[in-house]
C-alpha cells in the first residue's frame, strides 16, 4: 500500500472491518574528568558520544581520579589512573543500566543499551581497556561482548543445515497449508552453505501488494524492503514473501499465522537457517502481520519491525513472551493513521518487554507525549530503557504520509532496519 489510491482502499478495508480495533539517538560527551589528589596529578579528558572520558593520573596520592560521565551516551568514561595504592572509578553512562567499572590494570568496557548486552546501536560490545601503570590498584571488568550473536546467543543450526538443499531461489513457489496451496517467493544467498547457518528474514507485502512487489520492489519499497543489500543482509541472508489471500493479511481464524509458521518449518528443514534469527518485517498490513506474528510465536521470532502498521491482523491476547520490536510510523499518515495505528503495539511491546522509559503502563496519551517529536521526513528515533535483556525496543517517528521509506528506496528507514537486525 504505497500510493494514496492504495491509501484509499485500505481506509475502506478498515472501516468494512478488516481491522480490529524514530535516527540513533546520540549520547552527549561525557563530562570532564578530574585528576586524582596526588601530586603532579593532571586533569583528566572529557569523553564524547564514541571515545569514553579518560580519569586524571597522580603519583602517590590516595584519592581518586574519577571518569567523566555522559548523559544518553551508550559508551562510558575510563576509570582514572590512580597514584600508588589508589583505585579509579569507570564514569556510567545513563543510556545503560550496566557500568563497567574501571580500575588502575584494565580500564572499563562499554556499557549495553538498556542495561542488556554492550551493544552500541548494534555496533560490537566493550573492548577492554588497557593496563594501569600503577601499583596496588584493582583490575577493571571489560565490557559485555555484543553484536553479531551478542544479544541472541550462538546460532542455532536447523535440521536443514549439513544437507544439499533442494530449495532454489524463484517466485511463485508452493506450500500446502491445511489442504490448501500457498504461494511465496524465496532468495537464498548467491554463494550459499549448506554448513552456515544463515539469518530468515519473513517480508510481508502491504494491502493490495504482492509477494513480488516485495521481492522485485515496487514504488516506494526496495526490493526486500532494502534489506538484501551489500550493506545491508546480502549474502547472509534468507528471504522469504509469503503471498497473502486475496493480497492482504486479514488472519482470520489464524490462517496466515499458521502459514507462516508452516512455511518457516519448511525451510528450516531444507535450508541450513539460525533458528535463533528468524525476523520478520513489513509495511501497512504486512507490518500489520509482522506484529501479529511477534505476538502469536515469539517462540520463533527473535525481532520485528513495523512499518506504518496496526493490528489489522488481529494479536494474541494475553501474549506475554519478551520479542525486540522497532516501529517507524509518519505522523502525517491518512491511511493507518497516528497515534491510533503504531503506537497502541508499540506501547504494547514495550511493556510486555519489560522496558521502563517511556513507562508503557501509563495512558496512551503520556506515552505518545513521552515520545520525541519529529520535525522531517528524517525522523527522530527512541531507544527505550529498562527493557529485558536482549529484548530492545525502538521507535522512529518522522513527518510524512504513509510509506515504508520517506526519504527514498534507499534511505534511512532499511538502514536503521538492518541496525536493529544486525545486532543479533
Given amino acids: 500500500m504505497q500510493t494514496q489510491s492504495f491509501s484509499r482502499i485500505a481506509c475502506c478495508l478498515v472501516v468494512l472491518g478488516w481491522v480490529a480495533a524514530s535516527c540513533s539517538s546520540s549520547g552527549m560527551g561525557g563530562s570532564q574528568g578530574t585528576g586524582g589528589s596526588g601530586s603532579g596529578g593532571s586533569q583528566g579528558t572529557g569523553g564524547s558520544s564514541v571515545t569514553p572520558g579518560t580519569g586524571g593520573s597522580g603519583s602517590g596520592g ?63 560490545g566493550g573492548n577492554p581497556g588497557t593496563g594501569g601503570t600503577p601499583t596496588g590498584g584493582t583490575t577493571g571488568a571489560g565490557g ?3 553484536g553479531g550473536t551478542g544479544l541472541a546467543g550462538p546460532a542455532v543450526p536447523s535440521d536443514g543445515c549439513g544437507k544439499a538443499t533442494t530449495a532454489k531461489s524463484g517466485d511463485n513457489q508452493t506450500i500446502s497449508v491445511g489442504g490448501s496451496d500457498r504461494t511465496y517467493d524465496l532468495k537464498l544467498p548467491d554463494n550459499y552453505d549448506m554448513n552456515n547457518p544463515y539469518r530468515l528474514i519473513i517480508s510481508y507485502h502491504w494491502m493490495g501488494g504482492t509477494a513480488a512487489n516485495v521481492s522485485g520492489g515496487s514504488g516506494t519499497a526496495a526490493a526486500w524492503y532494502g534489506q538484501n543489500t551489500s550493506s545491508t543482509g546480502g549474502g547472509t541472508t534468507v528471504f522469504v514473501a509469503p503471498q497473502g489471500i486475496g493480497n492482504g493479511w486479514s488472519n482470520s481464524g489464524g490462517a496466515d499465522v499458521t502459514f507462516s509458521r508452516t512455511l518457516i518449518t519448511q525451510l528450516e528443514s531444507t535450508i541450513c537457517i539460525d533458528k535463533a534469527r528468524v525476523f520478520c518485517e513489513g509495511f501497512s498490513m504486512g507490518g500489520s502481520m509482522s506484529y501479529a506474528m511477534a505476538s502469536a510465536a515469539p517462540e520463533i521470532i527473535r525481532a520485528a519491525a513495523v512499518h506504518s502498521g496496526g493490528s489489522m491482523s488481529g494479536t494474541t491476547n494475553g501474549h506475554n513472551k519478551p520479542v525486540a520490536y522497532f516501529m517507524t ?28 522509559t517511556p513507562d508503557p503502563t501509563q495512558s496512551a496519551t503520556a506515552f505518545q507525549a513521552a515520545l520525541p517529536q519529529p520535525t522531517s521526513n528524517q525522523g527522530v528515533c527512541l531507544d527505550f530503557t529498562g527493557c529485558t535483556a536482549g529484548y530492545p525496543t525502538r521507535s522512529c517517528l518522522f513527518v510524512g504520509d504513509h510509506t515504508p521509506s520517506p526519504d527514498g528506496t534507499t534511505g534511512w528507514v532499511p538502514k536503521e532496519t538492518w541496525k536493529f537486525f544486525s545486532q543479533f
Fill in 329 to 356: 510510523h509518519g505522523t502525517k499518515d491518512s491511511v493507518c493513521t497516528w497515534p491510533g495505528y503504531g503506537l497502541p503495539q508499540l506501547q504494547d511491546f514495550a511493556k510486555v518487554n519489560g522496558c521502563k
Fill in 62 to 124: 590516595a584519592s581518586t581520579g574519577t571518569g567523566g560521565q555522559g548523559t544518553g551516551g551508550a559508551t562510558l568514561g575510563t576509570g582514572g589512573n590512580p597514584g600508588t595504592g589508589g583505585k579509579g572509578s569507570g564514569g556510567s553512562g545513563t543510556g545503560g543500566a550496566t557500568t563497567g567499572s574501571g580500575g588502575t590494570n584494565e580500564t572499563g568496557g562499554t556499557t549495553g543499551r538498556d542495561g542488556g548486552p554492550g551493544v552500541r546501536d548494534g555496533g560490537t
Fill in 144 to 146: 559485555t561482548t555484543s
